[in-house]
């Protein structure tokens, strides 16, 4: 019978206040401390802390055969530490238990390997160094922001003890292959691949509650059968979602922390066993390589870059922000607020994708609209400008 292999991604951005034009040079004051200590204490009420108490409780109730993974940002860590101390003791907990994982990312949730592949290494180790400080594990697996993948991320981080690279199951690259199997990066074989398989995740995390879906209301019974049913040959079932999946995207009252509680028992029951992603990267050979020649992440339908870099406004942003780096390293005062604004979200405001994929986007953003997130941005990255020193910067076209 295959492995479980769960995994839940923990992230808040630093949202930015209203900013205009008239702002720069006056205040630097750029972050919405409000907004995002409110939205931080709603989803720990919410997700976090009745999440964390379940997990904790199947844990012990399993006896350590129910174990998960967390990739959590230093954003949202750094709220904690600040609005919600018990949240972050109740990670602790859980890593305590030698049952859970934390895998490593760039610790301000950033699309820097896009961009700036020295600003992308400093992140990594600085991310690193979090979770060893917080949790005493130094992460072996590594995700990066939003599953974005390419066959050089594996080159990139061959070497620098890293065993697994978390990704996409993507149809388009896998073709007739199953996301259930342990596979190598084309570009580095000693990276192995942990695909997700999207389809058994997302029936968790976006087709739950959804009251016309044909599966409605699913049973925990009938999902651990579809999980038995990946065949006796799969390697392991890599269920990856947003831990905010868990009573903020799916509310408490469409069942889904009752469905999560009963889940540990009815898996183990079926005979399959619950790994770690660094279990299941060392357990298993891998099966072939995978080549992945253009970037794929798990963002919207097209499973691409599109969410944060599809359109004028984004490219402008992106490219904008990073020409800045090299004068805010020589400005401490300006580089943590600079880092704050290397975080995805950002640029996923400005997105202008509807149709499939537009309320997902709108419910995440902050903004009226992706133009007025644009010129946010751009008004703070001004003001970045002038304190850095940088006189000769302007946006990029």
């Known amino acids: 019978m295959p ?3 769960m995994y839940f991604q923990v992230h808040q951005p630093d949202r930015l206040r209203r900013y205009s034009v008239f702002d720069i040079g006056n205040r630097r004051d750029y ?15 919410k997700c976090y802390r009745p999440m964390n108490a379940l997990l904790l409780e199947a844990i012990r109730q399993q006896e350590g055969r129910f174990r998960v993974a ?6 949202v860590l750094d709220q904690m530490e600040r609005w919600a101390p018990d949240v972050l003791d109740s990670f602790r907990a859980l890593a305590a238990t030698g049952c859970v994982e934390f895998l490593g990312e760039t610790s ?39 599953l974005i993948y390419r066959n050089d991320l594996a080159a990139h981080l061959s070497g620098r003890g890293f065993q697994a690279i978390i990704a996409e199951g993507v149809d388009r690259i896998l073709q007739w292959r199953s996301p259930n199997f342990v596979y190598c990066a084309e570009s580095s074989r000693d990276i192995k691949l942990l695909l997700k398989n999207y389809r058994l995740s997302d029936d968790i995390a976006f087709r739950f509650g959804d009251r016309g879906w044909s ?12 999980l038995g049913r990946c065949g006796p040959e799969a390697n392991s079932i890599n269920l990856f979602m947003d831990y905010e999946t868990f009573g903020e995207h799916q509310w408490a009252d469409t069942g889904i922390f009752d469905f999560m509680r009963q889940l540990p028992t009815a898996v183990l029951e079926r005979g399959m066993r ?41 490219r402008s942003a992106m490219t904008s922000l990073y020409s800045l780096r090299e004068a805010v390293l020589s400005s401490p ?4 607020d600079w880092r704050r604004l290397t975080t995805s979200d950002h640029f996923y405001y400005m997105c202008t994708k ?22 946010t941005f751009m008004n703070v990255m001004a003001d970045l400008a002038q304190r850095s020193g940088y006189s000769a910067w302007v946006p990029a076209a």
């Open 108 to 146: 301000k949730h950033s699309l820097s390997f896009l961009v700036d592949r020295n600003e992308f290494d400093y992140q990594v180790q600085t991310h690193r160094d979090r979770m060893q400080s917080l949790f005493g594990q130094t992460p072996r697996i590594f995700r990066n922001t939003e």
């Open 31 to 45: 972050f919405d401390d409000s907004l995002n200590k409110e939205v931080l204490l709603k989803v720990s009420d």
């Open 333 to 336: 005062d300006a580089l943590d």
């Open 70 to 75: 967390f990739s959590i940002t230093c954003c």
């Open 215 to 226: 599966e409605y209301p699913l049973r925990v019974e009938t999902y651990a059968d579809w």
């Open 354 to 375: 509807y149709f499939a994929d537009g309320d997902v986007h709108k419910y995440f953003s902050p903004y009226e609209s992706p133009y007025e997130a644009y010129i």
């Open 3 to 5: 492995d479980v292999c």
């Open 274 to 314: 619950f790994r770690t992603p660094s279990e299941v990267a060392r357990e298993f050979d891998a099966a072939a390589p995978v080549d992945m020649p253009d970037y794929v992440s798990w963002a919207d339908t097209e499973r691409d870059l599109t969410a944060w870099y599809g359109n004028s406004m984004q």
